[in-house]
């Protein structure tokens, strides 16, 4: 497995960024000049970091290269601070990650790595707030991936809120704080509703038959997340729609867990 620090000013986050890649190794049965001059275009699959992390955390808390290198995929690490992975025009000189992603990151792994830019071949994961990430990701870009992998989060309906912080605790597990931010940011409570309610798009889909096909994980003992998990997959039960679950008793919010449910994306993606 080689393995890329690639360090580069991005345009959309106003400053220098560091990405990791993981790339699948040269079998020792090939001769050197032939692997690397074929024209073989890899999968990829773009990986996403959850709150307080960066890119190196998958490299340092999980068995990622194992796993990329039995499935044989080129595997993409951004870094996004505490962003949500949306933009924040009003952070410094302006921070939008998602503009990074989709108009920067993906043309720059495509045509600088032998990295396939064609929808089957492009998969997309992540933790926590990276789960969140790739949420709105993949329903908003529908045709940039093939499937994705949510771990250790889920959509929770927009009614349940508290949007006053009466309760500084609220039910999708976020501090108000961080809340509060967030619909600041956006321009105000309908503003956010219509830029980031993945709720209401992921059931909108599902009503039109234009779900992605996405597997959602976590731990019974998360704190943050399991109640709502319970809530979303009875949902999604009830509605009949083609979504993929998988939970593990005695888990946290933790990456033990998160290592287990990355080998089970794997696993799940080979059947999309």
Not at 111 to 130: C, R, T, V
Not at 245 to 257: C, I, L, N, S, T
Request: proline share 4%; charged share 30%.
């Amino acid at each position: 497995m080689s393995f890329i620090q690639f360090d580069f000013e991005s345009q959309y986050l106003n400053s220098n960024t560091t990405i990791g890649i993981i790339i699948p190794e040269k079998p020792q049965y090939i001769e050197a000049e032939r692997f690397y001059t074929k024209e073989k275009k890899f999968k990829v699959l773009w990986l996403l970091h959850g709150t307080y992390g960066d890119w190196s955390d998958w490299i340092r808390k999980t068995m990622l290269e194992l796993y990329a290198t039995e499935n044989d995929f080129l595997c993409v690490l951004p870094s996004a601070l505490n962003s949500d992975y949306t933009s924040w025009p009003s952070f410094a000189l302006g921070y939008d990650m998602e503009k990074h992603l989709i108009k920067e990151l993906m043309p720059l792994i495509h045509n600088w790595f032998p990295a396939s830019d064609k929808k089957e071949d492009n998969y997309i994961a992540g933790l926590s707030m990276g789960g969140r990430g790739v949420l709105s990701y993949i329903l908003k870009y529908p045709g940039l991936f093939n499937a994705g992998g949510v771990f250790s989060y889920v959509p929770t309906d927009s009614s349940t809120w508290d949007w006053k912080g009466d309760n500084p605790k609220q039910r999708m597990g976020m501090s108000y704080l961080r809340f509060r931010n967030r619909v600041k940011n956006a321009g105000g409570k309908e503003e956010y509703l219509k830029e980031y309610d993945t709720y209401r798009q992921f059931f909108d889909m599902g009503k039109k038959k234009t779900l992605p096909k996405l597997l959602f994980t976590c731990g019974d003992q998360d704190s943050l997340y399991y109640k709502e998990f319970c809530i979303f997959k009875a949902e999604c039960e009830k509605e009949k729609l083609d979504v993929r679950f998988m939970e593990e008793k005695g888990y946290a919010h933790e990456w033990r867990f998160w290592d287990d449910s990355l080998k089970a994306a794997f696993e799940f993606f080979k059947e999309c």
